[in-house]
Nanobody, 125 residues
Framework: QVQVVESGGGLVQAGGSLRLSCTASGLTFDDLTMGWFRQAPGKEREGVLCISRSGGTTYYVDSVKGRFTISRDNAKNTLYLQMNSLKPEDTAMYYC??????????????????WGQGTQVTVSS
């Protein structure tokens, strides 16, 4: 089974930046399409960004365009989420997810098979 672990969350002021990391093991990392999701208290989990096996990216939510960037380093079995110009509404638990698939699926979390434990991102005003 794939083991997925996120890190890099924290408390930042509005306008600041954070970089999240996600490591995956148990299956060949190159076979995985990877996504970032987030969930604020009392709200549904939503997709943020996806990156395919070959590096193609898909934005699941318009509000992060121009601010968030997803990338991967297959040699290190690691996924990244660079978050700039953070806003209070970005506050959420951020989850890394994986699926054995060639291209980014629809944003529904049901497409992804493997999940990390989450890392908290809090943005203060």
């Amino acid at each position: 089974q794939v083991q997925v672990v996120e890190s890099g969350g924290g408390l930042v002021q509005a306008g600041g930046s954070l970089r999240l990391s996600c490591t995956a093991s148990g299956l060949t990392f190159d076979d995985l399409t990877m996504g970032w999701f987030r969930q604020a208290p009392g709200k549904e989990r939503e997709g943020v960004l996806c990156i395919s096996r070959s590096g193609g990216t898909t934005y699941y939510v318009d509000s992060v365009k121009g601010r968030f960037t997803i990338s991967r380093d297959n040699a290190k079995n690691t996924l990244y989420l660079q978050m700039n110009s953070l806003k209070p509404e970005d506050t959420a638990m951020y989850y890394c997810a994986a699926v054995v698939r060639a291209y980014c699926p629809r944003s529904s979390s049901s497409w992804y098979n493997y999940w990390g434990q989450g890392t908290q991102v809090t943005v203060s005003s």
